[in-house]
């Protein structure tokens, strides 16, 4: 296990999810958006949507082919992925800087960049096969507010400060707040996207909180009315 993330990480939100004996198979067509999905996609990235729609052909695709994701993951890459990172495009500051930690197949960071082209994005990643995947995708979408940084968190101390740093399925949040809370600048804060066992992650993780400058977690649910399931974020702001 590394003091990021383990390279052959299994998790409820699918970042390299092959399932425990699953091997990648013939990679699937990217489902088609349903209506309700669709009225999301559009809400959330606007006249971007068409490469949005090309990032989610990538990780039904080529993401299989790299092993970032399983089969299993593809009938729910638009709920369960793509839009279940975009919802937290509007929590971000506009012109801010965004670093995301683990950025494993991009998500949250290249959703979120898609969503919020105003927003400049530093996708913070160890293994070579997911940057080299990423970077792919970055030049095949032209997305110009996306920097590629492969590295752990804590080997980036000194470049990298950031308005906000996102982080999704790394690891409990007692691990996570010593990797992330260094990103980030004086007034900055974290949007961590957790599971259903955050309350109890943030009791875990009192300790952390106070040892690294952090104010008072907040828990949020964003996407009520608008997506089927809601994301969880935790938010916490540089004390």
Known sequence: MSGQQDEDQHDEHGKDLLGEHEEAQEPLEAPELTAAERRAAEILFGDRLPLA???????????VEHGLLGPREIPRMWSRHVLNCAVLGPELPAGGTVADVGSGAGLPGIALALARPDVEFQLIEPMERRIH???????????QNVE????????VTDEVMADVVTARAVSALKK???LTAPLLADDGELLLLKGRSVDQEITAARKAFSTHRLGRPQVLHLGEGLLEETTTVMRCPRR
Request: with cysteine; glycine share 6%; proline share 3%.
């Open 53 to 63: 729609e090309r990032f989610v052909e990538h990780l039904c695709s080529t993401g």
């Open 133 to 143: 995947w990423m970077d792919m995708v970055v030049k095949d979408l032209g997305l």
């Open 148 to 155: 590629l940084i492969r590295a752990r968190a804590e080997e």
């Open 176 to 178: 996570l707040l010593p």
